[in-house]
């Protein structure tokens, strides 16, 4: 009886800390685990259902092209939509600045029939009520604000985010490159963190920590090797603790072979991303919708907590695109089709019959 009374009680404390349907920019997933969206719908659907709280994120840059900011955009934007508090770190002189390249979210089928029908409705309007319909388009420019956004939205790069959005909430932007050390830094994503202990209690705020290029030559510890992968040690153990996630993007190529390795090991998360030659033949022949390619994305560790079974793929590259030139979006890669004239596949430099040679590609 006392055993069942202990198992029982494990149980409320458990289920108290489950988010409900309520919580927004929350998902319970298996084994006790609590997603957070990384701000792009494909993206979470490859990883499980997104960024586990108490997790740490690092993505590999490609020095030949920024595709890792489109990552960085999506993930802080979809937590300042569900009111998220953010800490962003930037090697910029201003980094507060990089809040206005933020993509803003689009509309819902039900919100773009809604502006439609008032679409139809100020055309009918005559000008002795345009007093009255300034007043209502105000009212409906505050029923959006307080409409209440998916667990993860589709945002429209060609917009930038709402101002209000940006304004009220709780945003922290650091400049690393005016730290003299990275202790400093570590102090400030502590006083960040305390605001999101974890206990058993339920989940009332959730955090999110972005660093872009953390040993970009701007900054001055950027030859310090250890002590960037004791901050990424010590960060990784204060995430843990708390209900926050934090995503870093470096450049593998300014670090040592060693010191890259080790840095990708300390991530529970582990993500690429490498630029598309603009004008590749061979490759443009071997994959069907190059044109449409921006980039590809590479998957190389999937975050396992409160379990030992590893995560298969059923692939680890992915193509980036942009729906409509708006919208990010992942494919996996598809082999072009073959040749029934001479019977192979188009590209026979990088077909996926078994060679010693192993391909950059992965189908």
Request: glycine letters at 6%.
């Amino acid at each position: 009886m006392a055993a069942t009374k202990t198992q029982t009680s494990s149980f409320s404390r458990i289920s108290s800390a489950v988010p409900s349907s309520r919580t927004p920019g929350l998902k319970y997933g298996p084994n006790g685990t609590i997603f957070i969206s990384s701000g792009i719908a494909d993206l979470d659907k490859i990883l499980g259902g997104g960024f586990p709280l108490g997790s740490l994120v690092m993505v590999m840059e490609d020095t030949e092209a920024p595709h890792h900011m489109l990552l960085l955009r999506n993930f802080m934007s979809q937590g300042l939509v569900h009111n998220q508090p953010l800490l962003y770190a930037s090697p910029s002189k201003d980094p507060r600045a990089f809040l206005g390249t933020l993509p803003s979210p689009v509309l819902s089928k039900d919100d773009k029939s809604r502006d439609h029908d008032s679409e139809q409705e100020k055309a009918l309007r005559i000008a002795w009520q345009y007093k009255k319909y300034f007043g209502e388009q105000k009212q409906n420019l505050d029923s959006h604000r307080d409409a209440k956004h998916e667990y993860c939205n589709d945002f429209d790069l060609r917009k930038p985010l709402e101002r209000h959005f940006l304004s009220g909430q709780s945003i922290d932007c650091v400049s690393i490159q005016d730290s003299p050390n990275v202790a400093t830094f570590r102090d400030q994503c502590a006083t960040f963190l305390a605001q999101f202990p974890r206990n058993d209690g339920s989940i009332s705020c959730t955090g999110r920590i972005a660093i872009q290029s953390f040993c970009a030559p701007q900054c001055e510890y950027s030859n310090m090797e250890w002590d960037m992968l004791s901050f990424i040690r010590s960060l990784k153990g204060m995430i843990r603790s708390s209900n926050a996630v934090a995503v870093i993007t470096f450049p593998p190529s300014l670090l040592s072979p060693s010191s890259s390795k080790r840095w990708q090991h300390m991530a529970d998360t582990l993500l690429s991303v490498r630029a598309i030659p603009d004008e590749d033949k061979e490759l443009a022949k071997l994959l069907t919708g190059y044109q449409d390619m921006v980039g590809l994305l590479n998957v190389h560790k999937v975050a396992r907590i409160n379990t030992q079974v590893p995560v298969i793929l059923e692939a680890t590259t992915f193509s980036i695109k942009l729906q409509k030139r708006r919208s990010l979006i992942l494919e996996c890669i598809n082999q072009a089709p073959i040749d029934g004239s001479s019977g192979s596949s188009y590209g026979t430099s990088g077909s996926c019959s078994g060679s010693s040679k192993k391909g950059v590609l992965d189908f």
